[in-house]
């Protein structure tokens, strides 16, 4: 099952793949820290491998989305219907106004950001500093939007499933035995930046690779089985999640990428897991 959204580094097509890393259905709770369109949970639900759920992401306007599409899905397509249709291309830069000018929770936010999220250019999801949305019209023929019958479903599958805004640590520290995480941070990047080792601001960096790592192993050692993907770099495999430290490295799928502005490239992805950890081998 797709999921309504486009999300930079959406796992739709490696969904299945990542499911087989599992090995089985999750006999506990599923935890999904870094939901992003939520492609992998979709998928797992649809083929009933999850029951239990907790979904969260650090994008506060994302997780009020999938919130809405859980809760409020008629009222969802509702204000969907609302906006532009034939006339798109013209209203762009209008509904992207009314949508930074919020409230940033309920069906007609939910509305607003999966429009643009279909009109902007290439499905990018982008703040400036000031946390307004900022992605310039995309360039497609017409404007398409997924079915209200593909939001039903979508929103069936959400059912029950608890869904927050929250950074990964607070959710992950809950996971513990017969669970299951998957996690698909922001990936360290392929070439050093000055960001991504520290010396700007950025979210994402060094340290929080070291703490989802570091967190990851305390869950498998509390009986959790957790995967996680990264780019395929000597940095990921040797030092993040290193062999000796209990982590696999189960697969090595290659996907399409776009490496930087207009060039696209086979990029390699690993697909690392770790746990449960039994006490014995833990000592
Ligand atoms: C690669 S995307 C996940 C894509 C997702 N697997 C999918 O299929 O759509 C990474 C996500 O991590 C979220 N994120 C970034 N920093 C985070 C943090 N500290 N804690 C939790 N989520 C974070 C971003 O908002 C983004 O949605």
Redesign the pocket.
Known sequence: MK?VLK?????SRLAGQIAEVFEGRCEGTYFE?????A??YLHLRARGLVGPAVLS???AK?VEVHRAVQQRVDDVLAELERLPGEDWRERYYDIRESYNEGPFVGPAHAARLLWLNRAGYNGLYRENRQGRFNVPIGRYARLSLPDAAHFQRVSSLLEGAEIYHA??EDVMARAGGRDQVYC???YVPLTATACFTGYCGS??GLV?QRRLAAIAREAALKGARVVLSNHDLPLVRDELYPSAQGFRHVARPRVARSISRGRRGRVAEVIAAIGPIQEVQAA
């Open positions: 999921p999300w930079a580094g959406g796992k820290p870094f939901l992003g369109s492609a992998v992401d650090a994008n994302l950074s990964f698909d941070p922001p979210p994402f929080q």
